[in-house]
Nanobody, 126 residues
Framework: QVEVVESGGGSVQAGGSLRLSCSVS???????MGWFRQSQGREREPVAG???????SYVDSVKGRFTISVDNAKNTLDLQMNSLKPEDTAMYYC?????????????????????WGQGTQVTVSS
């Protein structure tokens, strides 16, 4: 069974940057990958993903500020977050999917769909 572990969260002021990293225990090329986040009182939402062809997708609120990237040699998935805003504050989760679906459909498939990490906290202060 694949395992994913996130790192790189922290606290930053608005306008700052953070880089999250997700380490995958198996060949990352076998999976569609994604970053999700959940803030207090809200449902988990997709942030960015990479499909089976390596194409990236982003939720509208982070387009132009966040960049997702895959390092196949290291089996890592990174999320570079620039121009951070207080509304980006959330627990960020990395997920690996053997069955690729649209990011927006993941929540409908239930919490057992895919393999999830424990999350890393990102806090952006104004």
């Amino acid at each position: 069974q694949v395992e994913v572990v996130e790192s790189g969260g922290g606290s930053v002021q608005a306008g700052g940057s953070l880089r999250l990293s997700c380490s995958v225990s198996r060949d990352i090329g076998r999976y569609c990958m994604g970053w999700f986040r959940q803030s207090q009182g809200r449902e988990r939402e997709p942030v960015a993903g990479v499909d089976a062809h390596g194409a990236a997708s982003y939720v509208d609120s982070v387009k132009g500020r966040f960049t997702i990237s895959v390092d196949n040699a290291k089996n890592t998935l990174d999320l570079q977050m620039n121009s951070l805003k207080p509304e980006d504050t959330a627990m960020y989760y990395c997920a690996a999917f053997l069955v690729c679906v649209r990011m927006e459909d993941v929540s409908r498939l239930g919490p057992d769909f895919g393999t999830w990490g424990q999350g890393t906290q990102v806090t952006v202060s104004s």
